[in-house]
């Protein structure tokens, strides 16, 4: 998508609201002269907001009273259903008007979210050449450089000087998606250089691009996947970034405001394969019912099966248990602590390791600060809980020991665990996101109750 | 800070690895004329990661022999034990190149991080304006547009024409973090449009400004949070965005460069708040181990003495317990299903609340939506779970039937719970975060326990 030049802001400026309120009537009444005159002072996500609002009809009426390059730009931020019906309202002659000014990484966009019929009306009513380069970019797999990036940057030739590299951005600048890097690229569109609109302007008219240039470009391949473009817009602050093919042909361009959307997205996968989901890039409010199902059970099952093993333990120590009622009544207690504090370890691991803050190579480092947060935080949960349950809950004094041993070492196991385990996933090339609560939950849940039965036994001489 | 249009990635480009063990060695040999020739071509990002591996003596030399501007780049992208080893280490007149030439948000960034008698000896020297603004810079509230802008941007005058606009960019941009949006202000510093310097380039030179600036324009308030700035930045897709005072006097511009790292930084607020710790923006691996433990007991504390009240409800039903102890070995499995299919949902609710995808008033819609998918899990895991403990696991049949009736349930609830807490918390102003698995898990624990032993109560008519 383009950034975003235009600034009309209806949300924020002064009277915004009574502004939005205002079209909506004028709308309402069919002054659509009228509208048209306001609206085009409007910011295009301003429009498209006002768009969702509005019944179907008058959306078309609306959207062909737009001047050509704002109805693409509308367009390409209204909702896919929208976006869908519009397809199968207006005529061919429309289609190739919207899609003629749409920004080529937009059009992917939209023709990866819709249904055959409508990628064919599409398709239909595009020139050859735009059609074979589309199919060719419908063919990346998803989340690679290639799906993300554009057609539209500009490029020039090392051999230009200052003053013709300006007029050639004035000249093909209008249709490119960002003027403000230039990618310097030889006969064979092999890419040499790269050069900031910047650098440009601030350099001398004559001076010559190929003496300005920077030649050790950064760049990335068709094939490589979104993590590592987002690592690389962070560790650069680039605005923009080339696209080679496996000839270091230049093909395309990634620009930051899409970097911004995809780390957007790249942590809710996070969140979502760390409360043990499949991850889904699909808003919550707009998936049915039974995707939505389809994409928790699978570890709700696993998780369930494998917490059996946990009730195979307590049934071995059942003789304890009918001896000690009371012990059971401390089992969510020390289940939910050795949750929670595996939990708090795994999610700082995991994030650090996803913001490349922690490598594998810091396991020691980690497990060495883990055992020391353990001690200290399990000294002052397993004093505060002696307090409570032998002072206060007048506990056995035995009985209140074996949970206060418990306790401690299961707040060590919980974040020793929680801590590592992260770690060694990616070592094994397995997303550390899954080694999130809930697995970690179960084992600390097992290796818990183990411990506390033990204990009992031992200390109660059962 | 700002944009990087550098690119010599020796991460990236063919031999990369060689040319920082070649310059590391040349270091080790003291050649330093040869590291100048070669470190000048690098990009002050992989400079600075360079730096991290150098003793500290060799690390000021390497400094010392790097241009100006290239030596306040590396400056800001070294971590702040290095920066402040280096103020230190350096002399006043060093100090003063260093910042004379550092972005200005940069300055305000490093000065926010370090103890006073750093801060006293750069303000010492720096002039006598520069001075007044940093003092009025770290007055701003932490995470307000004021901490995070700079005042480093380009502005013009609505009666510019646009070839005189471009001479102001080239006679000026030098020092701007951006050149790429132009603020037009009054003569009182009021903001009265934007232009990007696209529309420059592409205009005609006798264009005047007022005929085609944006007058409509999107801005914040020095003490606007940055969530809201960065919510406006995804909304619109700007590089940047202009910031106001009190009386709309343009004072400064945040980038979307920065942008990029809040987002993380708030991701990363989001998992720890989620995981029941005290936010901290330090990385793990340079937080020492009191800070840590300190952000994780009171969420420990807390939970574990909810937990009592679980362990109450087991120690009310130990009639029915000490009749049937084989229903204790179902509890971890019902306690741990419940907690992960409550923080499945609260997990998506949570996230869609953050990224405004999820408003308080779709609360029924979600409430429905939860229903339903819980109903379908709920059948899934019920019935998988039946044959599991009656036909393989030899269970009793009315116990059975009382695990099962639980467990679906326990889902129910849990869900529900999960879905809907966040958006109650959101209503009453408190951040849905905290509603997540580690608080929901702790109010299933209960319920489950309850409706568990009241079903066993009837069933097995105890």
Chains 1, 2 share one sequence.
């Not at 990346?140 to 090392?158: C, H, Q, R």
Request: one cysteine or more; proline letters at 2%.
């Amino acid at each position: 998508m383009g950034h975003n030049y235009q600034s009309g802001s209806v949300a924020l400026s002064k009277g915004s609201y009574k502004m939005k309120e205002m079209i909506l009537n004028l709308i309402e009444k069919g002054k659509y002269a009228d509208v048209r005159k306001e609206i085009v002072d409007m910011n295009v996500v301003d429009i498209a907001q006002l768009f969702e609002e509005l019944d179907k009809q008058k959306l078309l009426v609306v959207l062909r009273i737009l001047p050509k390059d704002m109805a693409s730009g509308v367009f390409s931020y209204i909702p896919n259903e929208l976006q869908k019906y519009i397809i199968e309202s207006i005529t061919d002659k429309e289609i190739k008007n919207i899609f003629d000014k749409l920004f080529f990484d937009d059009t992917i966009d939209f023709l990866e979210e819709m249904p055959s019929n409508i990628v064919k009306k599409v398709l239909k009513n595009t020139d050859e050449d735009t059609r074979i380069l589309i199919n060719q970019f419908l063919n990346y797999p998803e989340n690679s450089a290639g799906s993300i990036m554009t057609i539209e940057f500009v490029d020039l030739k090392k051999e230009m000087t200052v003053k013709q590299a300006i007029q050639h951005i004035k000249e093909t600048g209008v249709d490119k998606e960002t003027i403000y890097t230039c990618y310097v690229i030889d006969n064979n569109r092999k890419l040499e250089g790269v050069i900031s609109t910047r650098k440009l302007i601030l350099s001398e008219d004559t001076t010559i691009v190929r003496d300005i240039m920077e030649k050790d470009v950064v760049y990335i391949n068709t094939y490589d996947d979104r993590e590592k473009i987002t690592s690389l817009f962070k560790k650069y602050d680039f605005l923009s970034m080339p696209v080679v093919d496996s000839e270091c042909r230049l093909v395309g361009i990634v620009t930051v405001d899409d970097i911004v959307d995809i780390i957007d997205q790249e942590n809710t996968e996070d969140f979502q394969k760390m409360a043990a989901m499949q991850p889904s890039e699909k808003e919550y409010l707009k998936t049915n019912t039974m995707v939505l199902a389809k994409h928790r059970i699978i570890w709700l099952l696993i998780l369930m099966i494998s917490a059996t093993f946990t009730g195979n333990i307590i049934r071995k120590f059942d003789e304890v248990l009918q001896s000690f009622v009371v012990l059971a009544s401390f089992i969510p207690m020390l289940m939910d602590t050795g949750g929670n504090a595996g939990s708090q370890s795994s999610t700082l691991i995991i994030r650090g390791l996803a913001i490349g803050k922690i490598r594998p190579k810091d396991v020691f480092k980690v497990l060495w600060k883990e055992l020391q947060v353990s001690c200290l935080v399990g000294i002052a949960l397993t004093v505060v809980n002696f307090v409570r349950i032998y002072y206060f809950g007048k506990t056995d004094l035995l009985i209140s020991v074996t949970v206060c041993i418990t306790l401690f070492f299961t707040v060590m196991l919980a974040k020793i665990a929680g801590g590592i385990l992260p770690i060694i996933a990616k070592i094994f090339k397995i997303d550390p996101a899954i080694m999130a609560s809930p697995l970690i939950t179960t084992i600390v849940d097992a290796l818990t109750l183990i411990l506390y039965f033990s204990t009992a036994t031992w200390l109660l001489s059962i």
